[in-house]
């Protein structure tokens, strides 16, 4: 059983509610929302680019081809990213193969997901001999939308929020209750202001 997280926006006018990281269950296995808004983003990247894709005279079985290699390659970068990330600060130990790539335990970075995407979408452009910067126009407005709703995933677990909003604050009034390990604070909703940036 997964903790809920326990939010709230004092500042807006909203108590505290109580938001379930698990969407549904299929017997044992619990799929989180945190992964449904991923594959969200992930279906609407693919929509956004197949859309411009047409626009800009690409063939879109080259982007189907291309995005399913890059979004494996993203995966993989952004597991990597967190790993390496992690175990050099001492955050994390990995004491197996199985630790290092157990994504069901947490531990993504974005940084890694799009250094990872990247480097696949270009290499398949040129073993496709396609403009890779062509393609990367098509794609980049849709991983922008991919990252708002990933955003919203960190924000059902809890996580990736920014440090404690001080009070007297420009933004105090934005800020965001958040229980960790028993203790109330309340932080920057930074998911919320990347959310918009996108």
């Known amino acids: 059983?997964?903790?809920?997280?326990t939010i709230s926006f004092p500042g807006i006018g909203i108590g505290e509610f109580t938001v379930d990281?698990?969407?549904?269950?299929?017997g044992k296995l619990e799929v989180r929302w945190y992964g449904v808004f991923i594959t969200l983003g992930i279906i609407c990247a693919f929509i956004?680019?197949?859309l411009h894709t047409k626009?800009?005279?690409?063939?879109p079985d080259d982007l189907l081809d291309i995005g399913l290699v890059s979004v494996i390659a993203g995966i993989v970068g952004a597991?990597?990213?967190y790993v390496i990330t992690s175990a050099s600060s001492g955050r994390d130990t990995y004491n197996?193969?199985?630790d290092v790539i157990a994504v069901w335990n947490g531990g993504l970075a974005i940084y890694g997901g799009v250094i990872g995407g990247c480097l696949a979408v270009y290499l398949m452009c040129r073993y496709k001999k396609i403009n890779w910067q062509k393609l990367l126009d098509a794609i980049v407005p849709g991983v922008m939308i991919a990252q708002v709703l990933g955003r919203w995933g960190n924000f059902i677990n809890g996580e990736a929020h920014g440090g404690i909003?001080?009070?007297g604050s420009p933004l105090y009034f934005l800020r965001m209750g958040l229980y960790e390990g028993g203790t109330?604070?309340?932080y920057h909703p930074t998911f919320f202001y990347e959310s918009l940036w996108n």
């Not at 059983?1 to 997280?5: A, E, F, L």
């Not at 990281?21 to 299929?26: G, Y």
């Open 1 to 5: 059983m997964i903790d809920p997280t």
């Open 79 to 81: 597991r990597l990213y």
């Open 165 to 167: 909003v001080m009070e």
């Open 21 to 26: 990281k698990v969407a549904f269950s299929i």
């Open 184 to 186: 109330f604070a309340c």
């Open 48 to 50: 956004v680019a197949y």
């Open 55 to 59: 626009d800009d005279g690409l063939v």
């Open 96 to 98: 197996s193969f199985l």
